[in-house]
């Protein structure tokens, strides 16, 4: 069964640097979203991403942070200068069209800023 | 935005007792979705249902879209069974998934 898969599961970095998680969506599917889940918290959307172009952002999703599909099957999300308070899970998620409504998700990456 | 309440918040269960985790939604929804977040953090997908019910083993779950709630039931659970249970639920088509805020279950042996 396909399924989407990211890199790395855990990363952990200095406050200040710069991180780039990785996705491979589902093959075919249109739709990209990130999500991040502060731990023991809900999980919260970032971003859409659909035909190259961001669809939607959150609040949170500020100019810190920029998504990128650089080929046919990656899509990244890139952290330009970490913080503390962005230690969280982020998950990518894929879906084939609008009408297909379910969003599948990867397996997280465990981002632990230090 | 679209609120999503899910209740209880904390349920603690004996092996083999039958649960039922309630999710409400405060806007009419194209797309729900029930998730278990595994003890390493993964969201597994559980349902997709934004009306009607649909079983898979153990886990069944109904959605009744006009009354803007949901449920999934647990029976004969097992301790494998704990985690955090969320239910999200997305307005319109193509957007992002809004979540609960989950309910933590604890199963015991």
């Known amino acids: 069964e396909p399924e989407v898969t990211q890199t790395p599961s855990h990363q952990v970095t200095q406050m200040g640097q710069e991180v780039i998680l990785r996705c491979v969506p589902i093959s075919n599917h249109l739709y990209f979203y990130w999500y991040r889940q502060i731990l023991g918290q809900k999980v919260e959307f970032l971003v859409s991403f659909y035909n190259n172009e961001i669809s939607e952002k959150s609040e949170i999703f500020d100019d810190q942070f920029s998504v990128e599909r650089p080929d046919g099957s990656n899509f990244t999300l890139k952290i330009r200068s970490t913080k503390l308070e962005d230690s969280a899970m982020y998950f990518c998620?894929?879906?084939?069209?609008?009408?297909?409504?379910?969003?599948?998700f990867g397996p997280g990456t465990r981002l632990t800023v230090t | 935005g679209i609120q999503v309440e899910q209740s209880p918040p904390d349920l603690i269960l004996q092996e083999g007792a039958n649960s039922t985790l309630r999710c409400n939604f405060s806007d009419s929804v194209n797309n729900l979705q029930w998730f278990h977040q595994n003890p390493w953090g993964q969201l597994i997908n559980l349902f997709y249902?934004?009306?009607g019910t649909k079983q898979n083993g153990r886990l069944s779950a109904t959605t009744v879209a006009t009354e803007r709630y949901s449920l999934l039931y647990i029976s004969s659970s097992q301790t494998t069974d704990s985690g955090v249970y969320f239910c999200?639920?997305?307005?319109?088509?193509?957007?992002?998934?809004?979540f609960g805020a989950g309910t933590i279950l604890r199963v015991k042996s």
């Open positions: 249902i934004p009306s």
């Open positions: 999200a639920v997305e307005r319109g088509y193509g957007n992002k998934l809004v």
């Open positions: 998620a894929s879906r084939g069209s609008l009408m297909e409504g379910e969003q599948y």
